[in-house]
């Protein structure tokens, strides 16, 4: 690949839309926090952690991830977490990211909202005076659980709207479809929040159909499977509902068997809105420069089809529309 694409990819500004931040829990900081909170982790060094990382499928991923989660317990602990994914943000150049967080994962040890929230929130709000990075932040449902629950967590979600913009649908896929929550999200949506759902990351493209026709949403997360249903790809490519491709991750949930054989360039081929993103970066081997590096170097892309998908990932957000023109401007 040409050093004219990779110092595009480094130098542009760029926006991350698929970002769990419980994702960005690096190993060191995981060891740091469970020594600072007492508390065990299966582990007993960060080498040891690292080699725990080979996932077969997503089920076998999310148990480490909700295990990695549980040193998280102060306010302190989710500031530090967001802090470190923001340092990765300037070094990458993304001016602009959309993050994603899981309270129920940290509820049901007891920790409060406020403290998860206001954590998170204080970093984002450093990030804004120190580095000019701007940010949403998006409450997601665990898809596991029951709607009672979710319900229960979307009410606590009402008393911060001034912090959360929108909610999103996560966690196992296949046997939780969106028809499960479709009440959930009606309820969210008259709560004002904009509505994203991950779907066909391993589930069937019905799950896509209806993300779009149940629950209203502004964006697929990951959406890889829509290419098997050609109606579907009509319907993306009419409506540009944007794609939150994360390529380094479908490769290591055995999404793709190789970054090679990933569809990111046939998706973009086909006219459809798709874009780059990191989704859990500390356990899938790279931040979002070296999602797009890899990606570029493994489809053969060229340099428009890389300006494309940057161009998107600002197009698919949360900003407003004069400030996503102003970065749109510049990128061209
Ligand atoms: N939670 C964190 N990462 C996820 C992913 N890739 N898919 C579904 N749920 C997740
Ligand atoms: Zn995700």
Redesign the pocket.
Known sequence: MSDQIINYINKTPKAELHL?I??SLEPELMFKLSKRNKVEIPFKSVEEIKSAYNFTN?DS??KI?YEGSKVLIHEEDFFDLTWEYILRCKEDNIVHTEIFF?PQSHLVRGISFDKIINGIDKALRKAEKEFNISSKIIM?FLRHLDEDSCFEVLKEACKYKDKIIGVGL????KGNPPTKFKSLFEKAMEEGFLTVA?AG?EGPPEYIWDSINLLKVKRID?GVQCLRDEKLVNRLKKDQIPLTV?PL?NVK?CVFEKLENHNLKQMLDKGLRAMVNS??PAYFGGYLNKNLIDTANALNLELNHVKILIKNSFKSSFLDEKTKNEWLKKIN
């Not at 996560?170 to 896929?173: C, F, L, Q």
């Open positions: 769990h419980e994702g997503l991923f999310l991830y899981d997601c996560d966690s196992s896929e991950h990351e990951h994360c991750s949930l989704d859990d």
